[in-house]
């Protein structure tokens, strides 16, 4: 596993599909100007997280002896949105790493046990994933924000 984060990372920094990536999400626009083929990237960036959600299900399935539609439901949904949002990949686009979402998993991997350890209601999981989320979420806005603010101020 850390194997394929290591070479996903270095994809994301160095070579040009990352490189477009991140520049398509900061602002299509410009990435379109700088000679991006914006739309053929966008279907490339959507063919290639088809492929490793195909991946991570065919390793989710192995591990599991009965397979149903909704294994996993919500929650491993809001487990994927909290660590990319806790690792501080902006959901806004063009930021973001993936030793970032790596870092991410880990803490909500680990505020996940602690809850558990302490005797949490299980379903009570599932808000504290929301509100750590929206809490990220309005930080990283503000965090924007202030940085316009700040761009605009030096003009």
Known sequence: TLLIVAVAAILMRHSRFGLRTYALGSDAGAAELAGIPVTKHTILVYCASSIFV??????????????????????????????AVLGGTSIFGGRGTVWGAVV?????????????????????????????????????????????RLVEAAR
């Open 54 to 83: 195909f991946l991570t299900a065919v390793i989710m399935i192995s591990r599991v002896p009965v397979v149903t539609p909704n294994i996993g439901g919500t929650s491993l949904l809001l487990d994927a949105i909290a660590a």
């Open 104 to 148: 991410g998993a880990l803490i909500v991997s680990l505020l996940t046990t602690a809850l558990r350890v302490f005797g949490t209601d299980p379903s009570s999981l599932e808000l504290y994933k929301g509100a750590i989320i929206m809490v990220a979420l309005l930080a990283d806005s503000g965090m924007t924000y202030a940085k316009a």
